[in-house]
């Protein structure tokens, strides 16, 4: 695992240029004098650093500076914890909203049936594909069985973002369908035949699904989705029918926060999955700031301050890694400002020989869903993603400003593209008054003549170019994501690309 030494190192040994206090008399090269010698050793001396000044008697810290670094250590290591730890925070907060939506039953789907909008806050969603969640929790329910039918396309992930199984084509079941059974960790009963057994890795477990809209229209996908089972192996015999309940419109909230209350959703998480999903080094870090496996997570005041405050700051070099990120392996283009959503082409961060946790953070603070499928290269299958939140001089996007950006022709995609606009405060589907912040090749934008479609994005709509102006609002900075479903060589070859995002003035 890779921590985040370098920021620690900012944080404290910067104090090593340390400044003698006054009357000490040091002489350079005296191996007896009172201050700093030549070995950059701390004696009776004021060590100066960006988090404030540190008193040290004869070596010794005085109770102030005691005090002092002791929160300056455990405020670093919430930072780290915090950017280490998101992916699985994120995704026990979707867990937690797709748990809670609607009736609120064990065995519930949450369908986006007209699609999903800007109503639900969930890290950059779709407008053109049909999303089906579902949370289990087989500590409470035991095994758990789910039934997909065929050529159903998603997957089952554990709270860290980690796949268990693919469903589909290239999924466990190979696109024929079947029944999932789904085993808590440590599970040792008798196994039932006639299942794709899973061992799962953590207790409480996702289920994400999605269609494709046909001739323009959800209503097949969504169909099909409302043909999954879900139910106790222990009520096998005599399931209850699963609940099914619709997302679109509905405010289901599923984003995690940007302060103390991120630190009481993790170790929530920490007390109720096993101890083995953890290497012992990120228990370490837990445990230093008070996260820690059958203790109660109640900090007294002075420290619940200092972790408010580790969360903002967190939050803040989360933005600054996600929105202004240094790593040059970023950019899809030399010659242009999109990026990949996946730096470094994996799910797993680890194409370095290491797992890259800045990249992974980068990743989680704006996107859920890590899995293989979205990454690999399928010629005229899967999907790819580009996304960026600058124009074409370097520039953030700006809600007040207008641009326009120039699609070439010949899209290469065997399924459809869209352009969705996101928020970059809450990174979900910009709220701009209408549901669905977006564009694509099902809503009918106006071409040119020689095939190319602009895209137009401002405060207002430009004259003659409503079918392809996605509104944006004032005072809001925006990011945006272009989709590719089924893309086609000339994506991959980059001989087909799309220009950066110009403002219009």
């Known amino acids: 695992m890779k921590y985040n030494l370098s920021f620690i190192l900012v944080l404290l040994l910067a104090a090593c240029n340390t400044t003698p206090k006054t009357g000490d008399n040091t002489k350079t090269g005296d191996s007896t004098k009172v201050g700093v010698d030549a070995h950059g050793w701390i004696g009776t001396a004021t060590v100066k650093s960006r988090l404030g000044d540190f008193e040290f008697r004869n070596g010794y810290p005085t109770a102030d500076a005691v005090k002092k670094l002791s929160d300056a250590l455990v405020y670093s290591r919430a930072i780290e914890v915090y950017l280490d730890q998101m992916h699985a925070v994120s995704w026990y907060n979707v867990w937690k909203g797709v748990a809670a939506a609607g009736v609120a039953t064990p065995n519930q789907v949450v369908i986006w049936e007209t699609l999903m909008d800007s109503e639900t806050l969930l890290l950059t969603g779709n407008t053109e ?11 409470r329910d035991g095994p758990v069985v789910v039934e997909v039918p065929a050529m159903m396309l998603g997957g089952i992930s554990d709270m860290w973002q980690n796949e268990i199984a693919g469903i589909g084509p290239t999924g466990e079941d190979k696109g024929m369908g079947g029944k999932f059974l789904l085993l808590p960790p440590g599970y040792s009963g008798d196994l039932p035949k006639g299942y794709i057994t899973l061992k799962c890795t953590t207790f409480k477990v996702s289920l994400g699904v999605r269609g494709f809209m046909q001739d323009g229209k959800p209503d097949k996908a969504v169909a099909l989705m409302k043909t999954t089972k879900i139910y106790p192996l ?29 630190f009481e959703d993790l170790a929530e998480l920490i007390t109720q999955e096993p101890d083995e999903r953890l290497q012992t080094s990120e228990r370490f870090l837990l445990a230093s700031i008070g996260i820690e496996k059958g203790k109660s997570f109640q900090p007294d005041a002075d420290r619940t301050a200092l972790l408010e405050d580790a969360a903002k700051t967190a939050s803040a070099v989360a933005r600054v890694n996600s929105f202004a990120s240094a790593d040059t392996a970023k950019l899809v283009y030399n010659d242009r400002h999109w990026e990949f959503a996946f730096i470094g082409g994996s799910a797993t961060w680890d194409t370095q020989g290491y ?30 993603y ?3 939140p600058r124009d074409a001089n370097g520039d953030f996007l700006d809600g007040a400003k207008n641009y326009v950006l120039h699609i070439p022709a010949d899209i290469p995609v065997k399924n459809f593209w869209s352009v969705v606009v996101y928020d970059a405060q809450s990174r979900s589907m910009l709220r701009n008054g209408n549901l669905f912040p977006s564009l694509s090749q099902y809503t009918g934008p106006q071409g040119n003549s020689d095939g190319s479609i602009d895209v137009y994005f401002g405060p207002d709509e430009p004259k003659g170019k409503g079918k392809n102006w996605i509104k944006t609002v004032s005072g809001k900075g925006w990011f945006t994501i272009m989709r590719f479903y089924g893309p086609l060589e000339p994506f991959f070859d980059k001989t087909w690309k799309p220009d950066d995002i110009k403002e219009v003035k």
């Open 129 to 139: 594909t049909v999303y089906g969640l579902s949370s289990f929790d087989l500590k």
């Open 234 to 262: 222990s009520a096998a015999s005599n399931p209850l029918a699963t609940t099914i309940v619709n997302g679109s419109g509905k405010e289901v909230s599923t984003i995690f926060s940007d302060n103390y209350h991120f």
């Open 386 to 388: 580009l996304w960026t």
């Open 355 to 384: 797992v890259n946790t800045d990249r992974r953070a980068g990743f989680a603070y704006i996107a859920i869903g890590m899995s293989p499928a979205m990454v690999k290269k399928i010629v005229g299958g899967g999907s790819q």
